[in-house]
């Protein structure tokens, strides 16, 4: 095994080499640590050609440390074995952070086909540290003695997550099972990318355009608006496209009048990754779904959702079943109430048909009008970005005192992107924040946050502050007003936000630990904790001015907004919940996935008894959750996070919105912590009692 390691060491370090010759990677701005102001990326003087080779270097330094660990003939300690490897990636992992934001919020064909040559080279790297025989060896004997090593409580978690980590990346495995693990590992993260990339292709190819103004009816003005240029950018000039992103499918679901033209949009909505043609998503889900079963298979586990719960709150199938089931009951009875609410209104407006799924949004927002005199375009004129970006500041102020301090003239990856300092009350750098908020066709769908930098404790015992982003696909300036958000884009902004707290507040040691490195169903609480002040009224006074008329937003229609507070919970909880079950289909299960895609939806969807009219949120060709991101049976951890917030907000609640002592012990121990503590001990630390789900059921109107 040794011999072997050397062998594709000397031969993938000589690769490298020439590599550099013909690269020049001493001129390689991402193989060193950023010398700017603040760390920023410079990303002008970054090239898509930088990105390869710096992979490559990246992994050879990397693996050059490794050595070097193994070759060490003294005992092992904690900081000759365990932090020189925590430590061991920090090139490899600033030239990854810079090009995984970059594949996600500014694509193009380049970075894309770089993607795929860089894809199963980290997987590889990945293998290569996690099956190294001699390498576990020595975490293998700290952790056989971690109880005689004298370590710090971080410290201690970091031994037992690594040593924990190395068994699952399969150190224990032998011969062939450990090589059709390394091939497993290979075809997977080279199908995870494809998967995404057919997404966004998808939606990018997708247009429905629309010639005549009559077929406008009941669309807003501003949608109407940005839809004629978005035509004009594709020379059709006097026409109108509407889109598959968000802000331009979901109004058009929500006001079109032309019922043939919402089926059209609902269904190009619903059938992303799923149309028969090149970026076709079924095939490659069955792969990935299978392959993840084999690979916790040669693990010991029976499911592949047995090994991920292992590591989360939950722990098992049976719990996130268990909770599924509570809400799902309460939930359908609500969504079948509002059902019978929207045939009431398909009634009176004397048509005689069952609502269909492309009728919902439509209907139910006539509900919502007709029952509390409310809509989205009543809110929107109050929520101008510039104002509840501002507004969102002066709140985060108030809770923990920092400060955001807009930075101008920086490299930034696109020139939508805005940057600011984060400071602390007295003055002190807390991290950096970049904040990008608008779609385009190089950005994937959806909200998110990630990181260029990781917040750590350099040797020198300085604080490394980290460097933070949040991407969002809102509704974007039209020709003729401002960018407006719907409540519901006010929510996910302070959504991503809460993540990004998680992030620039961490304050930890070790980078592997830093801020979201948490256990999946614990990492939402920070996020959608915060979504809970949007709606307050004192909040409300700090951002929603008429965008006109500088007005605040009225009492009249604050208490419209209350009342209408869990109206449509039925839907969305039904809609989310149904994708949840879907994701149990795929991977709570013991036997590879043969069914067919449309087969094994239709099984869940009657196995629930989801309303046909309900789609799932998230359908399986374009369900990037969980075939291209980090929510693989993990998406319950929404509503798993949601019991969590929704008890935790209820401090605030009684303590005062705007309580630094509630908010400063919220950043004790939820935000600064990381992954040194378990989470759940955590949250008890905060809350002085284990999670309740009585706040949740009553947020949502299902008690």
Known sequence: MKNLFYLTLILFMACTTAEKTETSLDDNPLLAPFDTEYGLVPFDIIEESHFLPAVKEGIARQQQVIQEIIDNEDE?????????????????SRVLLVFYNLSSANTNDKIQAIAQEVAPLVSSNSDDISLNEELFERIKILYEKRDDLDLDFDQMKLLEDSYRGFVRGGANLTGESRERFREINSKLSTL??????????????????IDKEEDLAGIPSANVSTAARVAREN??????????????????????ENRDLRKKMLLGYINRGNNDNEFDNKKILTEITNLRLERANLLGYETYADFVLEEGMAKNRETVVDLLEQLWTPALRVALEEKQ???????EEGHDFEPEAWDWRYYAEKVRLAKFDLDDGLLRPYFEANNVVNGMFELLERLWGIQFEKLEGVPVHHEEVEVFKVLEEDGSLLGIFYMDLFPRASKRSGAWMSSFRTQSVDEDGNRVHPIVTIVCNFSPASDDQPALFSLREVQTLYHEMGHALHGL??????????????SRDFVELPSQI?????????????????????????????????????YGTGFRTVEYLASSFLDNAYYHRSEPLTKSIPELEARVAADIQKPNAIPYRHASTHFQHIFSGGYSANYY?????????A????????????????????????LSTGGTVDPMELYVRFRGSEPNIQPLLERRGLN
């Open 505 to 518: 507040m961490s304050d930890v040691r070790h980078r592997s630990q830093a801020g979201t490195s948490v």
């Open 341 to 347: 609410m929207i045939r009431d209104m398909i009634a």
């Open 647 to 670: 008890d935790a907000f209820s401090v605030f609640k009684d303590r005062g919105l705007f309580d630094r002592a509630t908010g400063d012990s919220f950043r004790e121990h939820i």
């Open 530 to 566: 915060l979504e809970n002040w949007v709606t307050q009224r004192e909040v409300l006074e700090l951002f929603a001015f008429h965008y006109e008329t500088g007005e605040l937003i009225p009492d009249d229609l604050i208490n419209r907004m209350e009342a209408s507070a869990v």
């Open 235 to 256: 020379d059709m000039d006097g026409k109108w496209i509407f889109t598959l992103h968000p802000p331009s499918a979901k109004p058009f679901l929500t006001y079109a």
């Open 637 to 645: 951890s929404y509503i798993w996070s949601e019991v969590l917030d």
């Open 76 to 92: 092992p300690t904690f900081e000759n074995t365990l932090l020189a490897l925590d430590k061991s990636g920090a090139d490899l």
């Open 192 to 209: 995870t990318l494809q998967f995404g990339d057919n997404v966004l292709a998808d939606v990018n190819e997708w247009k429905l355009v």
